[in-house]
């Protein structure tokens, strides 16, 4: 499978979610495996512009970057090809939504696209030290509601230290 047929499946399922709004898009694709280095289990990753927030409603785009780049791990090639097509439904989803937020697993639960590969069913914690600080991950749950209570006994754990947590699957 080359790059030109990569992105015409991904369009192919990217319209499935957002319809024609896609076809204003300037997608590209690279196989390589330089995908993002804090997230090495990846076999795909959505690039765009870090000033562009995506936003979307539902299944409506309301404003996205109209250029994307999709890379593709070699790894993510010798998928089965519904393994593969779930990869590629689920970075399309990420062109309306740039994290997997409440909305994102809404939709991807809605449209039947997995929400992880290769770490089903583990939540994680993740705390921020401090304003503009990154986020890093410092428990696992095994699902969304352990994963509220672990962030909730934290938060009161550090509430005079403004720590601020989320989950993220």
């Given at each position: 499978m080359n790059e030109q047929d990569i992105l015409e499946q991904f369009v192919r399922e990217a319209r499935k979610i957002w319809g024609n709004a896609v076809d204003n898009l300037n997608i590209k694709v690279r196989i390589g495996d330089n995908i993002n280095p804090?997230?090495?289990?990846?076999?795909?990753?959505?690039?765009?512009?870090?000033?562009?927030?995506?936003?979307?409603?539902?299944?409506?785009?309301?404003?996205?970057?109209?250029?994307?780049?999709?890379?593709?791990?070699?790894?993510?090639?010798n998928l089965p090809s519904d393994k593969f097509r779930g990869v590629l439904r689920h970075e399309a989803?990420?062109?309306?939504?740039?994290?997997?937020?409440?909305?994102?697993?809404?939709?991807?639960?809605?449209?039947?696209?997995?929400?992880?590969?290769?770490?089903?069913?583990?939540?994680?914690?993740?705390?921020?030290?401090?304003k503009g600080k990154r986020y890093i991950t410092v428990a696992t749950a095994k699902d969304e509601k352990e994963g509220e209570r672990i962030a909730l006994d934290l938060f009161r754990k550090n509430r005079t230290k403004g720590y601020r947590y989320r989950l993220e699957w």
């Open positions: 804090n997230k090495n289990y990846a076999n795909a990753s959505l690039e765009h512009p870090s000033n562009i927030t995506h936003q979307a409603i539902g299944s409506s785009l309301m404003r996205t970057s109209k250029n994307l780049t999709l890379q593709i791990h070699p790894r993510a090639l989803l990420h062109i309306g939504y740039n994290r997997h937020d409440k909305d994102f697993r809404a939709l991807a639960e809605k449209l039947g696209i997995p929400v992880s590969f290769g770490h089903e069913g583990v939540v994680k914690i993740q705390e921020q030290q401090g």
